[in-house]
């Protein structure tokens, strides 16, 4: 009996997705084939036109991928990996998943750290989850010391897992509320980054992989952003950078708070849909 074709496969996923109103069936099947087969997305592709045969056990595995993938679940949770930048971070329940835009707004962390004239600058990630934002301004900027802090357990699983597969060396790893947290490096770092919950409780977010699989969110939208905003004009040096990743309506009141908490040259940045998706200022 011949072994089950990859072409009809590859289809009958894309068909399950679409139906369960998956954004983008076609690339979510071939990642999740890709995961299954150890291959890449252009070798699914370049298998299936010729009709590659797949193992029966492979099959199931795939089917049942899938299968979850249509309920909504996200695909990094089903491969439990999280491609961001250079990383491939490894990522499930009880953390949120990185996504695209943050690989723009932790650019202008980065380029504001490697600006630094220092031969070791000092950058906090507040709110560091899966350590996204920390370990790509540690591998980027090698002469950087970076320190991430995080104080949910289930996300600090994930924080840990990702500092340790990277590096321990790269970054320090704190578990503490990022509203009292690193007592003893005020006044001399020289950038905060941090992308926190911002989306209201009460709020549903669009996406049902947000809404069903994402951790809780902050109390109104911004009451982390207030603690957050304290805290790095607590910590950062005078002359130092903050950046905040936020949701596109909510450009303005940050803008506020973070005037307010004694920071100029606030600016809001788009991301590469228009939306206004950060907001740098110095201390």
């Known amino acids: 009996m011949s072994k089950p074709d990859l072409a009809a496969l590859r289809e ?45 056990e492979q099959v199931m595995t795939i ?16 491969t439990g990996i999280a491609p ?27 380029d504001a750290l490697a600006a630094v004239p220092s031969p070791s600058p000092l950058a906090v990630d ?36 990702n500092v340790r597969r990277y590096g321990d060396d790269r970054v320090r790893l704190v578990f503490a509320d990022l509203a009292d947290a690193l007592p003893d490096l005020d006044g001399t770092v020289d950038v905060v980054a941090s992308n926190p919950p911002y989306i209201p409780m009460g709020a549903v977010p669009r996406d049902p992989e947000v809404r069903l699989f994402d951790p809780e969110y902050a109390a109104d939208g911004l009451d982390a952003v207030r603690a957050l905003v304290a805290t ?6 005078p002359g130092g950078t903050l950046v905040i990743e936020h949701g596109e ?35």
């Open 84 to 110: 961001f930048r250079t990383l491939e971070l490894a990522v499930g329940p009880g953390v949120f998943v990185p996504r695209p835009e943050t690989e723009l707004v932790v650019q202008f962390a980065i």
């Open 12 to 56: 009958h996923a894309i068909t399950v997705l679409a139906e369960a109103g998956v954004p983008s069936p076609e690339a979510d099947a071939d990642l999740l084939i890709g995961h299954v087969l150890g291959m890449s997305r252009g070798q699914v592709q370049a298998k299936a036109l010729i009709g590659a045969p797949v193992d029966a």
């Open 63 to 78: 089917t049942e991928y899938v299968e979850r993938r249509a309920t909504r679940e996200p695909v990094q949770h089903i």
């Open 249 to 283: 309506l909510q450009a303005a009141p940050i803008a506020a708070i973070v005037r307010a908490g004694g920071f100029t040259a606030v600016a809001s940045h788009r991301d590469l849909l228009g939306r206004d998706r950060a907001t740098t200022a110095h201390r």
């Open 232 to 237: 790095a004009h607590r910590l950062l040096r």
């Open 126 to 161: 507040l709110g560091s989850g899966s350590g996204a934002i920390a370990l790509a301004m540690a591998v980027e900027v090698p002469h950087a010391q970076v320190v991430a802090v995080e104080n949910s357990a289930p996300a600090f699983v994930w924080t840990t897992r």
